[in-house]
C-alpha cells in the first residue's frame, strides 16, 4: 500500500509559517486527489484543504487566505504553506490520499506535530 511520510512541523510563534511536505512512495497507483487533515487534542480529525490532479482545492473555513495546499503530481508530494499561524491551528496534521477508484481519501501518513504558542 502507499506510504505517506509527512514532514515540517514544529514549534512556532502566532504570526509565524510553516511548510508542511508530505511524500508518497510504493506501488500507489493512480491518486485522484491528496489532502491534509488535522486533529487537535480532545477534538475531531477535520479536513483542513484537499487538492485534485486538475488542481481544484478547497478549504475549511477557519484557515482560508492563510493557508495554500499545492501538488506535484510528478513527485506524488503534497504541501501546506501556512501563514499567518494562530494558537488554534494547533494540532497533529495529517496527509491523506484518494485514489481514482475510491469515493473517499484512505491511506494516511503517520502525522506531524505542528504547536503555535501565544
Known amino acids: 500500500q502507499v506510504r505517506l511520510v509527512e514532514s515540517g512541523g514544529g514549534l512556532v510563534q502566532a504570526g509565524g509559517s510553516l511548510r508542511l511536505s508530505c511524500a508518497a512512495s510504493?506501488?500507489?497507483?493512480?491518486?485522484?486527489?491528496m489532502a491534509w487533515y488535522r486533529q487537535a487534542p480532545g477534538k475531531q480529525r477535520e479536513l483542513v484543504a484537499s487538492?485534485?490532479?486538475?488542481?481544484?482545492?478547497n478549504y475549511a473555513d477557519s484557515v482560508k487566505g492563510r493557508f495554500t495546499i499545492s501538488r506535484d503530481n510528478g513527485r506524488n508530494t503534497a504541501y501546506l504553506q501556512m501563514n499567518s499561524l494562530k494558537p488554534d491551528d494547533t494540532a497533529d496534521y495529517y496527509c491523506?490520499?484518494?485514489?481514482?477508484?475510491?469515493?473517499?481519501?484512505?491511506?494516511w501518513g503517520q502525522g506531524t506535530q505542528v504547536t503555535v504558542s501565544s
Open positions: 491523506a490520499v484518494r485514489f481514482s477508484w475510491q469515493t473517499n481519501f484512505g491511506s
Open positions: 510504493g506501488s500507489i497507483g493512480v491518486i485522484f486527489a
Open positions: 487538492i485534485t490532479s486538475g488542481g481544484n482545492t
